[in-house]
């Protein structure tokens, strides 16, 4: 168990968490920027103490930090792999060099990670003989965060560590985390604005705003809390753990199954029998109390309305349930009332199939069973 108490002062802004936060999963932290994720991270890690008013950081049964009794353990005696915003390279070493400098440093009693294995799965065996200037932004992301990797010993803290990534790193980067959490056994903490990082890695998701944490809680709960932050935003995405069936040639769409229910996304053919994350915005979803087959929209899947929240004077944000996850869309009051909405009324929920984005995950992750 991590436990911490901050309170911190940056010129104007205050930052103020109290949180309990397991070990052993994977940690999100989700805000706007400005709210506070990263000088959490870097107080978490030891950094910024010349900020901090008072606060605890105990980590399992280590303390780390307790400014009552002026303890403070050091950076480098926390056992963390850390990765920010800003990737410091050696200049005068080598990719290779540079990895290999923490590890040397560190006695890593907890760190089981293969060098090779690790080198393969973030692309960078044709990298090892460059120097920092020889390499573009999402290269040098992907040794920076392989670095933090090789230094972890207890904790692994990642800010925005996919932010230079095209679509097919993200998804090996996002597998290789995965099995760093499941296999061994790494505690990962990572600040992120991305939904669909959220939904793929999080087993947990914090939210920030104005150097508060304001929701805390196991990711399928945060997502579909229709009174939360992080629910209530106008790009709130609803995500479907799919498998695709079939590529229909004469549509250049993709026929994918969910419980034994029919979807359509993509314009390009999908790895068949490998899990896909459709993406899927809850502005774009509408409901209907009947199956309009004659309709140009081809996702219709049949819904319950679980809950519903007033957010504001003109709508309502609608938390449905399918089959056994569940899915939120914002709706005018106006078509709450004409439709005389109530909970666990049965419908159907409808969206375009250009309105769905598939993620493809790599073949080696482990996937979330219902997001």
Not at 29 to 46: D, E, I, P, T, W
Not at 94 to 119: G, H, M, Y
């Amino acid at each position: 168990m991590i436990r911490l108490e901050l309170n911190c002062r940056y010129q104007a802004f205050e930052l103020r968490a109290k949180q309990e936060l397991a070990c052993n999963q994977i940690i999100g932290l989700f805000g706007q920027s400005g709210s506070g994720k990263s000088r959490f991270l870097r107080q978490l890690v030891g950094l910024d103490q010349q900020n901090l008013i008072s606060g605890k950081i105990f980590f399992e049964q280590t303390c780390w930090l307790d400014s009552s009794l002026s303890q403070i353990l050091n950076s480098a005696d926390r056992g963390i792999g850390y990765l920010p915003q800003s990737i410091d390279l050696f200049p005068h070493l080598s990719v290779e060099q540079n990895l290999r400098f923490s590890p040397e440093r560190c006695a890593r009693k907890n760190n089981t990670i293969d060098f090779e294995i690790l080198v393969n799965r973030l692309d960078l065996e044709n990298l090892l003989p460059r120097y920092p200037d020889q390499l573009s932004g999402g290269q040098k992301q992907r040794v920076g965060l392989a670095r933090a990797i090789l230094a972890a010993q207890n904790l692994l803290v990642l800010d925005e560590p996919l932010s230079a990534q095209g679509e097919t790193h993200k998804s090996q980067i996002m597998s290789y985390l995965k099995s760093l959490n499941g296999d061994n056994c790494m505690t990962i903490i990572f600040a992120s604005h991305s939904r669909v990082e959220h939904a793929y890695l999080s087993q947990y998701l914090v939210a920030f705003e104005q150097g508060q944490i304001i929701q805390g809680g196991d990711y399928e709960q945060v997502a579909s809390d229709i009174t939360g932050q992080f629910a209530q935003t106008n790009d709130a995405i609803n995500h479907i753990l799919a498998t695709p069936v079939s590529f229909e040639e004469q549509y250049y769409l993709n026929l994918l199954e969910y419980s034994g229910h029919q979807l359509w996304a993509g314009n390009k053919p999908l790895n068949h029998l490998e899990e896909v994350l459709l993406e899927i915005r809850a502005t774009d979803i509408s409901l209907s109390k009947t199956k309009d087959n004659l309709s140009s929209i081809l996702n219709c899947i049949p819904v319950e309305i679980f809950d519903y929240y007033e957010i504001e004077k003109h709508q309502y944000l609608v938390k449905l349930k399918f089959s056994d996850i569940f899915l939120t869309t914002f709706i005018t009051k106006k078509s709450f009332f004409e439709l005389q909405l109530k909970k666990g009324m049965s419908l159907y929920a409808q969206f375009k199939s250009v309105s769905v984005l598939p993620f493809e995950l790599d073949s080696t992750s482990s996937s979330r069973s219902a997001l």
